[in-house]
Protein backbone atom coordinates (compact mmCIF):
# COMPACT_ATOMS: atom_id res chain seq x y z
CA UNK A 1 0.00 0.00 0.00
CA UNK A 2 0.77 3.82 -0.68
CA UNK A 3 1.64 5.80 2.52
CA UNK A 4 -0.90 8.56 2.52
CA UNK A 5 0.35 11.88 3.59
CA UNK A 6 -1.38 14.44 5.18
CA UNK A 7 -2.77 16.97 2.13
CA UNK A 8 -1.29 20.03 4.25
CA UNK A 9 2.46 19.15 3.19
CA UNK A 10 2.20 20.16 -0.40
CA UNK A 11 2.31 23.47 0.96
CA UNK A 12 5.37 22.91 2.53
CA UNK A 13 8.18 24.43 1.07
CA UNK A 14 12.23 23.88 1.57
CA UNK A 15 15.25 25.86 2.19
CA UNK A 16 17.00 25.25 -1.35
CA UNK A 17 20.23 26.40 -0.67
CA UNK A 18 20.50 22.19 0.92
CA UNK A 19 19.76 21.35 -2.71
CA UNK A 20 22.31 23.22 -4.06
CA UNK A 21 24.76 21.93 -1.51
CA UNK A 22 23.49 18.51 -2.15
CA UNK A 23 24.43 18.86 -5.68
CA UNK A 24 28.22 20.51 -5.27
CA UNK A 25 28.66 17.83 -2.87
CA UNK A 26 27.83 15.48 -5.67
CA UNK A 27 30.24 16.70 -8.16
CA UNK A 28 32.79 17.24 -5.73
CA UNK A 29 32.77 13.45 -5.17
CA UNK A 30 33.26 12.89 -8.57
CA UNK A 31 36.72 14.05 -8.35
CA UNK A 32 36.19 17.84 -9.25
CA UNK A 33 37.07 20.73 -7.09
CA UNK A 34 34.46 22.91 -6.05
CA UNK A 35 34.40 26.36 -4.18
CA UNK A 36 31.46 26.79 -1.99
CA UNK A 37 29.42 30.09 -2.08
CA UNK A 38 26.12 28.09 -2.12
CA UNK A 39 25.29 27.58 1.68
CA UNK A 40 25.39 30.11 4.45
CA UNK A 41 27.69 27.59 6.53
CA UNK A 42 30.77 28.68 8.34
CA UNK A 43 34.41 27.03 8.01
CA UNK A 44 35.29 29.65 11.00
CA UNK A 45 35.98 27.41 13.84
CA UNK A 46 33.98 28.45 17.19
CA UNK A 47 36.02 30.29 19.66
CA UNK A 48 37.66 28.00 22.07
CA UNK A 49 36.52 29.68 25.26
CA UNK A 50 32.81 28.58 24.23
CA UNK A 51 34.15 24.75 23.37
CA UNK A 52 36.01 24.66 27.16
CA UNK A 53 32.82 25.82 28.33
CA UNK A 54 30.37 23.26 26.86
CA UNK A 55 32.53 20.47 27.40
CA UNK A 56 32.89 21.93 31.23
CA UNK A 57 29.39 21.94 31.58
CA UNK A 58 28.73 18.40 30.25
CA UNK A 59 31.38 17.19 32.58
CA UNK A 60 29.88 19.21 35.53
CA UNK A 61 26.48 16.77 34.46
CA UNK A 62 24.34 19.57 32.62
CA UNK A 63 23.05 16.61 30.46
CA UNK A 64 19.76 16.15 31.16
CA UNK A 65 16.78 18.51 30.82
CA UNK A 66 16.64 21.81 31.80
CA UNK A 67 13.56 24.11 31.59
CA UNK A 68 11.34 24.53 28.39
CA UNK A 69 12.26 28.14 28.84
CA UNK A 70 15.93 27.93 28.71
CA UNK A 71 18.28 28.29 31.81
CA UNK A 72 17.66 30.84 33.66
CA UNK A 73 21.36 32.77 33.36
CA UNK A 74 21.31 32.59 29.83
CA UNK A 75 18.23 34.07 29.51
CA UNK A 76 18.62 37.11 31.89
CA UNK A 77 21.96 37.21 30.52
CA UNK A 78 21.07 36.98 26.89
CA UNK A 79 18.33 40.04 27.55
CA UNK A 80 20.96 42.37 29.50
CA UNK A 81 23.15 41.82 26.20
CA UNK A 82 20.10 42.79 23.80
CA UNK A 83 19.19 45.53 25.72
CA UNK A 84 22.71 46.90 25.71
CA UNK A 85 23.01 46.90 21.67
CA UNK A 86 19.03 47.63 20.95
CA UNK A 87 18.53 50.64 23.99
CA UNK A 88 15.49 48.21 24.90
CA UNK A 89 13.72 46.96 28.32
CA UNK A 90 14.02 43.40 28.37
CA UNK A 91 13.71 40.78 31.47
CA UNK A 92 14.39 36.92 31.28
CA UNK A 93 10.46 36.96 31.12
CA UNK A 94 11.10 38.11 27.55
CA UNK A 95 13.17 35.06 26.18
CA UNK A 96 12.98 31.41 25.32
CA UNK A 97 15.65 30.05 24.05
CA UNK A 98 15.25 28.27 20.92
CA UNK A 99 17.48 25.07 19.41
CA UNK A 100 18.25 27.46 16.88
CA UNK A 101 17.26 30.55 15.00
CA UNK A 102 14.78 28.62 12.56
CA UNK A 103 12.41 27.70 15.25
CA UNK A 104 11.35 30.80 16.29
CA UNK A 105 9.68 31.56 12.61
CA UNK A 106 8.00 28.42 12.95
CA UNK A 107 6.94 29.06 16.13
CA UNK A 108 6.05 32.96 15.70
CA UNK A 109 3.17 31.96 12.72
CA UNK A 110 1.71 29.09 14.72
CA UNK A 111 1.32 32.14 18.21
CA UNK A 112 0.20 34.80 15.82
CA UNK A 113 -1.30 33.70 12.70
CA UNK A 114 -4.97 32.18 11.78
CA UNK A 115 -5.85 30.53 8.82
CA UNK A 116 -6.51 33.57 5.97
CA UNK A 117 -4.63 36.09 7.51
CA UNK A 118 -2.41 38.07 5.29
CA UNK A 119 1.83 38.52 6.38
CA UNK A 120 3.90 40.74 4.70
CA UNK A 121 7.10 39.10 3.88
CA UNK A 122 10.71 39.78 1.43
CA UNK A 123 10.96 38.19 -1.87
CA UNK A 124 13.75 37.85 -2.15
CA UNK A 125 14.12 36.55 1.22
CA UNK A 126 15.17 33.23 3.33
CA UNK A 127 12.66 30.79 1.76
CA UNK A 128 11.25 29.14 5.13
CA UNK A 129 9.41 32.61 5.82
CA UNK A 130 6.88 31.45 2.58
CA UNK A 131 6.94 28.09 3.30
CA UNK A 132 5.70 28.54 6.80
CA UNK A 133 2.93 31.02 6.29
CA UNK A 134 1.59 28.92 3.70
CA UNK A 135 1.83 25.40 5.43
CA UNK A 136 0.17 26.67 8.34
CA UNK A 137 -2.72 28.52 5.84
CA UNK A 138 -2.01 32.09 5.99
CA UNK A 139 -1.71 34.23 2.55
CA UNK A 140 1.49 35.25 1.71
CA UNK A 141 2.63 38.60 0.54
CA UNK A 142 5.59 38.99 -0.81
CA UNK A 143 7.47 42.73 -0.81
CA UNK A 144 10.36 43.78 -2.66
CA UNK A 145 13.55 44.94 -2.38
CA UNK A 146 14.84 47.62 -5.07
CA UNK A 147 18.78 48.86 -6.29
CA UNK A 148 19.66 51.82 -4.48
CA UNK A 149 22.70 53.93 -4.91
CA UNK A 150 24.58 52.07 -2.11
CA UNK A 151 23.05 48.84 -1.92
CA UNK A 152 19.05 47.63 -1.70
CA UNK A 153 16.64 49.18 -0.42
CA UNK A 154 12.94 48.77 0.42
CA UNK A 155 9.84 49.32 -2.15
CA UNK A 156 8.38 51.21 0.78
CA UNK A 157 5.03 52.44 -1.69
CA UNK A 158 4.35 48.84 -2.50
CA UNK A 159 4.46 47.96 1.24
CA UNK A 160 2.02 49.83 2.46
CA UNK A 161 0.02 49.28 -0.78
CA UNK A 162 -0.23 45.73 -0.12
CA UNK A 163 -1.54 46.28 3.23
CA UNK A 164 -5.10 45.20 3.48
CA UNK A 165 -7.84 44.50 6.47
CA UNK A 166 -6.81 41.13 6.57
CA UNK A 167 -2.83 41.78 7.19
CA UNK A 168 -1.78 40.90 10.87
CA UNK A 169 2.21 40.46 10.34
CA UNK A 170 4.98 41.79 8.48
CA UNK A 171 8.43 39.57 8.26
CA UNK A 172 11.57 42.22 8.95
CA UNK A 173 15.39 40.50 8.22
CA UNK A 174 17.38 43.58 8.65
CA UNK A 175 20.26 42.73 7.93
CA UNK A 176 18.91 40.32 5.13
CA UNK A 177 19.73 37.48 3.43
CA UNK A 178 20.15 37.53 0.38
CA UNK A 179 20.87 41.16 -0.39
CA UNK A 180 22.90 41.74 2.20
CA UNK A 181 20.51 45.11 2.89
CA UNK A 182 20.19 46.77 6.11
CA UNK A 183 16.98 49.33 6.82
CA UNK A 184 18.30 52.86 6.46
CA UNK A 185 16.79 54.91 9.76
CA UNK A 186 14.00 56.71 7.62
CA UNK A 187 13.22 53.33 6.23
CA UNK A 188 12.86 51.78 9.84
CA UNK A 189 11.05 54.72 11.11
CA UNK A 190 8.59 54.26 8.32
CA UNK A 191 8.22 50.42 9.06
CA UNK A 192 7.62 51.61 12.48
CA UNK A 193 4.95 53.87 11.18
CA UNK A 194 3.20 51.30 9.44
CA UNK A 195 3.06 48.57 11.85
CA UNK A 196 1.20 51.15 14.49
CA UNK A 197 -1.27 52.45 11.87
CA UNK A 198 -1.86 49.21 10.97
CA UNK A 199 -1.58 47.27 13.75
CA UNK A 200 0.52 45.35 12.81
CA UNK A 201 2.93 42.77 14.64
CA UNK A 202 6.77 42.06 13.97
CA UNK A 203 8.68 39.49 13.52
CA UNK A 204 12.30 41.00 13.82
CA UNK A 205 14.94 38.61 11.94
CA UNK A 206 18.04 40.08 13.60
CA UNK A 207 20.39 36.88 12.67
CA UNK A 208 22.91 39.23 11.10
CA UNK A 209 22.93 41.92 13.66
CA UNK A 210 26.14 41.45 14.91
CA UNK A 211 28.22 40.36 11.50
CA UNK A 212 29.01 44.15 10.50
CA UNK A 213 32.34 45.66 9.51
CA UNK A 214 31.31 49.01 9.25
CA UNK A 215 28.58 51.36 11.33
CA UNK A 216 26.48 50.40 13.86
CA UNK A 217 22.72 48.10 13.62
CA UNK A 218 20.02 49.09 14.51
CA UNK A 219 16.54 47.04 15.39
CA UNK A 220 13.14 47.98 14.87
CA UNK A 221 12.09 47.10 18.32
CA UNK A 222 14.12 49.91 19.40
CA UNK A 223 12.00 52.46 18.33
CA UNK A 224 9.01 54.01 20.34
CA UNK A 225 6.08 51.73 20.43
CA UNK A 226 8.11 48.56 18.29
CA UNK A 227 9.39 46.41 21.53
CA UNK A 228 5.60 45.19 22.40
CA UNK A 229 4.92 44.90 18.93
CA UNK A 230 7.85 43.09 18.24
CA UNK A 231 9.44 39.48 17.96
CA UNK A 232 13.14 39.32 17.79
CA UNK A 233 14.82 35.79 16.16
CA UNK A 234 18.12 35.50 17.61
CA UNK A 235 20.16 33.18 16.85
CA UNK A 236 24.23 32.38 18.51
CA UNK A 237 25.39 30.18 14.48
CA UNK A 238 26.81 33.63 13.20
CA UNK A 239 28.41 35.89 15.79
CA UNK A 240 30.19 32.70 17.42
CA UNK A 241 30.38 30.28 14.14
CA UNK A 242 28.28 28.04 16.23
CA UNK A 243 25.97 27.01 12.91
CA UNK A 244 25.98 23.40 13.53
CA UNK A 245 25.35 23.77 17.78
CA UNK A 246 21.98 24.75 16.61
CA UNK A 247 21.25 27.46 19.78
CA UNK A 248 18.71 30.23 19.03
CA UNK A 249 16.38 32.60 21.09
CA UNK A 250 13.13 34.00 20.83
CA UNK A 251 12.74 37.96 22.28
CA UNK A 252 9.71 39.93 22.93
CA UNK A 253 6.77 40.68 24.79
CA UNK A 254 6.01 38.17 27.90
CA UNK A 255 2.44 37.05 26.89
CA UNK A 256 4.11 35.78 23.17
CA UNK A 257 7.13 34.30 24.77
CA UNK A 258 4.97 32.14 27.40
CA UNK A 259 2.86 30.85 24.24
CA UNK A 260 6.24 30.21 22.27
CA UNK A 261 7.85 28.42 25.87
CA UNK A 262 4.83 26.38 25.87
CA UNK A 263 5.32 25.06 21.78
CA UNK A 264 8.89 24.35 22.99
CA UNK A 265 7.67 21.80 25.21
CA UNK A 266 5.42 20.21 22.67
CA UNK A 267 8.11 20.36 19.81
CA UNK A 268 11.51 19.44 21.67
CA UNK A 269 10.59 19.64 25.34
CA UNK A 270 13.37 22.01 25.54
CA UNK A 271 17.04 23.51 24.20
CA UNK A 272 20.14 21.31 24.53
CA UNK A 273 21.16 22.23 28.19
CA UNK A 274 25.08 22.39 28.47
CA UNK A 275 25.59 24.66 25.19
CA UNK A 276 23.37 27.12 26.74
CA UNK A 277 26.39 27.53 29.28
CA UNK A 278 29.14 27.97 26.42
CA UNK A 279 26.38 30.68 25.04
CA UNK A 280 26.67 32.46 28.16
CA UNK A 281 30.89 32.13 27.80
CA UNK A 282 30.06 33.20 24.45
CA UNK A 283 28.34 36.61 25.33
CA UNK A 284 30.40 37.13 28.86
CA UNK A 285 33.64 35.85 28.53
CA UNK A 286 36.39 36.76 26.22
CA UNK A 287 35.31 38.87 22.98
CA UNK A 288 38.98 37.64 20.82
CA UNK A 289 36.67 35.15 19.13
CA UNK A 290 34.35 37.25 17.92
CA UNK A 291 36.55 40.01 16.96
CA UNK A 292 38.19 37.49 14.75
CA UNK A 293 35.41 36.11 12.98
CA UNK A 294 34.10 39.24 11.73
CA UNK A 295 37.86 40.30 11.01
CA UNK A 296 38.25 36.99 8.71
CA UNK A 297 34.43 37.82 6.92
CA UNK A 298 35.70 41.28 6.07
CA UNK A 299 39.12 40.31 4.00
CA UNK A 300 36.31 37.79 2.54
CA UNK A 301 33.85 40.43 1.71
CA UNK A 302 36.53 42.73 0.33
CA UNK A 303 38.52 40.14 -1.75
CA UNK A 304 35.11 38.69 -2.99
CA UNK A 305 33.70 42.00 -4.08
CA UNK A 306 36.99 43.28 -5.57
CA UNK A 307 37.28 40.60 -7.95
CA UNK A 308 33.11 40.85 -8.71
CA UNK A 309 33.56 44.14 -10.19
CA UNK A 310 36.49 43.03 -12.27
CA UNK A 311 34.11 40.80 -14.06
CA UNK A 312 32.02 42.52 -17.43
CA UNK A 313 28.68 42.06 -16.66
CA UNK A 314 28.33 41.76 -13.21
CA UNK A 315 27.53 44.69 -10.73
CA UNK A 316 27.36 43.98 -6.98
CA UNK A 317 26.96 46.08 -3.96
CA UNK A 318 29.73 46.04 -0.73
CA UNK A 319 26.70 45.72 2.04
CA UNK A 320 28.00 46.56 5.70
CA UNK A 321 27.27 43.41 7.21
CA UNK A 322 25.79 39.82 6.59
CA UNK A 323 27.91 37.48 4.86
CA UNK A 324 26.28 37.53 1.49
CA UNK A 325 26.67 39.49 -1.66
CA UNK A 326 24.00 39.84 -4.33
CA UNK A 327 25.40 40.25 -7.82
CA UNK A 328 23.54 41.78 -10.32
CA UNK A 329 24.48 39.38 -13.38
CA UNK A 330 21.85 40.22 -15.99
CA UNK A 331 24.48 41.20 -18.21
CA UNK A 332 26.50 38.49 -17.75
CA UNK A 333 24.06 36.11 -18.40
CA UNK A 334 22.51 37.76 -22.18
CA UNK A 335 26.52 37.95 -23.19
CA UNK A 336 26.64 34.17 -22.56
CA UNK A 337 22.54 34.00 -24.42
CA UNK A 338 21.76 32.93 -21.67
CA UNK A 339 18.13 33.92 -19.74
CA UNK A 340 17.60 30.44 -17.60
CA UNK A 341 18.95 31.31 -13.96
CA UNK A 342 19.69 27.20 -13.53
CA UNK A 343 21.51 26.92 -16.76
CA UNK A 344 23.78 29.70 -16.16
CA UNK A 345 24.57 28.62 -11.89
CA UNK A 346 24.92 24.70 -13.85
CA UNK A 347 27.20 25.83 -16.42
CA UNK A 348 29.47 28.22 -14.12
CA UNK A 349 29.12 24.41 -11.56
CA UNK A 350 30.16 22.11 -14.19
CA UNK A 351 32.79 24.16 -15.67
CA UNK A 352 34.20 26.01 -12.95
CA UNK A 353 33.86 24.48 -10.03
CA UNK A 354 31.92 27.51 -8.50
CA UNK A 355 28.79 27.06 -6.81
CA UNK A 356 26.19 29.28 -6.00
CA UNK A 357 22.37 30.18 -5.59
CA UNK A 358 20.19 32.07 -7.29
CA UNK A 359 17.40 34.51 -6.95
CA UNK A 360 15.48 31.72 -7.56
CA UNK A 361 16.00 30.03 -3.74
CA UNK A 362 15.06 33.20 -2.41
CA UNK A 363 11.00 32.68 -2.58
CA UNK A 364 8.81 33.11 -5.94
CA UNK A 365 9.97 35.67 -7.89
CA UNK A 366 7.91 38.41 -8.06
CA UNK A 367 6.14 39.21 -11.96
CA UNK A 368 7.46 42.64 -12.39
CA UNK A 369 11.20 41.40 -12.28
CA UNK A 370 13.62 41.86 -14.87
CA UNK A 371 16.78 42.24 -13.40
CA UNK A 372 18.64 38.99 -12.60
CA UNK A 373 20.78 38.43 -9.30
CA UNK A 374 22.45 35.48 -7.75
CA UNK A 375 24.22 35.49 -4.31
CA UNK A 376 27.05 34.75 -2.97
CA UNK A 377 28.06 33.11 0.70
CA UNK A 378 31.59 33.94 1.46
CA UNK A 379 31.25 32.35 4.87
CA UNK A 380 32.64 29.07 4.18
CA UNK A 381 35.29 29.70 1.70
CA UNK A 382 38.81 30.77 2.43
CA UNK A 383 39.91 34.24 1.03
CA UNK A 384 42.61 32.31 -0.99
CA UNK A 385 40.15 29.87 -2.69
CA UNK A 386 37.73 32.74 -3.44
CA UNK A 387 40.60 34.72 -5.60
CA UNK A 388 41.21 31.15 -7.26
CA UNK A 389 37.37 30.20 -8.01
CA UNK A 390 36.58 34.02 -9.22
CA UNK A 391 39.40 34.24 -11.42
CA UNK A 392 37.36 30.69 -13.52
CA UNK A 393 34.09 31.95 -12.77
CA UNK A 394 35.47 35.29 -14.36
CA UNK A 395 36.80 33.27 -17.60
CA UNK A 396 33.74 31.37 -17.74
CA UNK A 397 31.37 34.39 -18.29
CA UNK A 398 33.87 36.95 -20.25
CA UNK A 399 34.74 34.15 -22.42
Known amino acids: MSTRIAKRLSRLGTETAFAVSAEAAAFSAGGNRIYPFHLGDMNIPTPENIIEATVRAMKDGKTGYCPN?????????????INRSHGTNYTAGNVAIQPGGKPVINKFFLAMMDPGDEVLYPSPGYPIYESQIEFHGGRAIPYKYVEGENNFELAMGEIEESITPKTR??????????????????????????????????????????????????????????????????????????????????????DLIDVIAKLNVNDESCSNHFIQYGAIEGLTGDKSGPEEILRVLKDRRDKTVEILDTIEGVRCFKPNATFYLFPNVTAAMKKKGLTDYEQFRKSALHETGVSFCTRRHFGRPLPDETELYIRLAYSGIDTNQIEEGLAKFKTFVEK
Open 69 to 81: YGIPQLREILADD
Open 169 to 254: LLVLNDLQNPTGAECSDEELQKVAELAQKHDLFVLCDEAYFDIRYEGRSHSLASLPGMEERCLILYTFSKRFAMTGWRLGAAVGPK
